[in-house]
């Protein structure tokens, strides 16, 4: 099982970027996706989980500004950024709860980077 994330970057503080995360090999169930970030110096982090149907957790200081949403017909969890602040910037890792033959497990993507200016 692997985790492919994408859509971080560079972008002004106001403006918007997509996160993209698509899981691809074997595996029988995607049972929760999300994503974390880990900024310069700090832990890790929970950003925003969607464990299934229409449930969503988000982190107190990104709610109302970021949405999480999945496509599973394509196993792919998308992190919609909007209003970005300069604290918004870290690396987001992109995580999914999968059963699989080897049982059920977390997987976590390669991380994508997204800087806020001010």
């Known amino acids: 099982v692997q985790l492919q994330a994408s859509g971080g970057g560079l972008v002004q503080a106001g403006g918007s970027l997509r996160l993209s995360c698509t899981a691809s090999?074997?595996?029988?169930?995607?049972?929760?996706m999300g994503w974390y970030r880990q900024a310069p110096g700090k832990q890790r982090e929970l950003v925003a989980r969607s464990p299934s149907g229409d449930n969503t957790n988000y982190a107190e200081s990104v709610k109302g500004r970021f949405t999480i949403s999945r496509d599973n017909t394509k196993n792919t969890v998308y992190l919609q950024m909007n209003s970005l602040k300069p604290e918004d910037t870290a690396v987001y890792y992109c995580?999914?709860?999968?059963?699989?033959?080897?049982?059920?497990?977390?997987?976590w993507g390669q991380g994508t980077e997204v800087t806020v200016s001010s």
């Open positions: 995580n999914a709860d999968i059963s699989a033959l080897r049982g059920r497990n977390h997987y």
């Open positions: 090999g074997t595996f029988f169930r995607i049972n929760a």
